[in-house]
């Protein structure tokens, strides 16, 4: 397999308070930026694993910071600058164990990404082209600039990787289950959580995890891992089940660690780890990413990821 990773879609600003009480009292905020796709491919650059990302962003401040924050984590970024503006979300604290995410990306730039956005030479380097369901629900261009990735990764023998990553504020008059199992039905490996899975299968579906793997299996990927959150995760890789527990810690922020998960099981993929290998470090990197106030600031570094595997909290 190509060690390279090729991923797309929106990354937008991020603002969140600056101190207790939320957005609507604080006197400042923390300015960053955030977006699934972007996420898994800072991840993976951390890692060690080349990846390229592409998107659109406005000809704004937000879309430049945008810019120099991945092409600062080592990402080969293919951006297109366009005439509207970039995407903002807003990450509010009202307590200290809640959090309200708040979208403003309604025509925003990233949501105008196109096919012509997206070549066949880009994906001819990459062992796997990674998608989400966001990026396919943000407009009819997007959902094509989708499936174009799909063919050119079909016909130059990438693996596809699809994160359901679902955003009911997206569909709001729409079911999105048809175009989920579009994409599931062309991807080799599916992340999804629970209910992400009984979307994709159907209403009165059965709850248990297992079974909801082997099922989406049947829609034809060879890898379905079902993400539980606190619980772990259970897979069907190749007709085999797994599961894997979470790696305790104590928990900061639990926004963006769906897609350090991913970021760590590609990861290993891509490294030629066995499943259970693959998994473990898939629940490792998401560990570390709960353990700081930010979508991807605290991914690991490779050298880092033995600190969660280790009994004893002091590195002498």
Same mark, same amino acid.
């Given at each position: 397999m190509k060690r390279r990773v090729f991923t797309f879609g929106e990354t937008m600003a991020l603002f969140r308070a600056g101190s207790p009480g939320g957005?609507?009292?604080?006197?400042?905020?923390? $300015? +960053? $930026?955030?977006?699934?796709?972007s996420n898994v491919a800072i991840g !993976?650059?951390? !890692? +060690?694993?080349?990846?390229?990302?592409? +998107?659109?962003? =406005?000809?704004?401040? #937000?879309? /430049?910071? %945008? @810019?120099?924050? !991945?092409?600062?984590?080592?990402?080969?970024?293919?951006?297109?600058?366009?005439?509207?503006?970039t995407g903002l979300? $807003?990450?509010?604290? /009202?307590?200290?164990?809640?959090?309200?995410?708040?979208?403003? /990306?309604r025509h925003s730039a990233g949501s105008r990404l196109a096919p012509k956005d997206i070549s066949r030479d880009m994906i001819a380097h990459a062992g796997i082209v990674h998608i989400t369901g966001i990026t396919a629900s943000l407009s009819s261009s997007a959902e094509d600039a989708t499936f174009t990735a799909i063919q050119y990764a079909r016909e130059e023998g990438? @693996?596809?990787?699809?994160?359901v990553n679902h955003r009911p504020r997206l569909w709001l008059d729409d079911d999105p289950a048809p175009l989920y199992r579009k994409i599931a039905k062309s991807s080799d490996i599916i992340f999804a959580g629970s209910d992400e899975a009984r979307l994709l299968l159907g209403q009165g579906i059965s709850s248990n995890s297992t079974w909801l793997a082997c099922e989406l299996a049947e829609l034809g990927p060879r890898e379905? %891992? %079902?993400? #539980? =959150?606190a619980d772990g995760c259970v897979a069907d890789i190749s007709g085999q089940a797994y599961t894997q527990p979470a790696v305790p810690v104590t928990v900061v922020d639990t926004v963006g660690a769906?897609?350090?998960?991913?970021? +760590?099981? #590609?990861?290993? #993929?891509?490294? =030629?780890?066995?499943?259970?290998?693959? !998994?473990?470090?898939?629940?490792?990197?998401a560990a570390f990413s709960c353990l700081n106030d930010g979508d991807?600031?605290?991914l690991p570094r490779q050298e880092d990821l033995h600190l969660l595997e280790t009994q004893d909290p002091v590195d002498r």
């Open positions: 957005i609507e009292t604080t006197s400042e905020a923390k $300015i +960053g $930026i955030g977006g699934a796709d !993976l650059s951390r !890692l +060690g694993v080349s990846t390229q990302w592409v +998107g659109r962003v =406005g000809d704004d401040s #937000l879309g /430049r910071r %945008i @810019q120099r924050e !991945l092409r600062a984590e080592g990402i080969d970024t293919h951006v297109i600058v366009d005439p509207a503006p979300m $807003i990450k509010d604290h /009202r307590t200290p164990h809640t959090t309200q995410v708040l979208f403003y /990306r990438a @693996q596809v990787s699809f994160d379905v %891992i %079902i993400k #539980l =959150g769906g897609d350090a998960f991913v970021a +760590g099981y #590609l990861a290993a #993929l891509i490294e =030629g780890a066995d499943p259970a290998a693959r !998994l473990r470090r898939a629940a490792t990197v991807w600031e605290g």
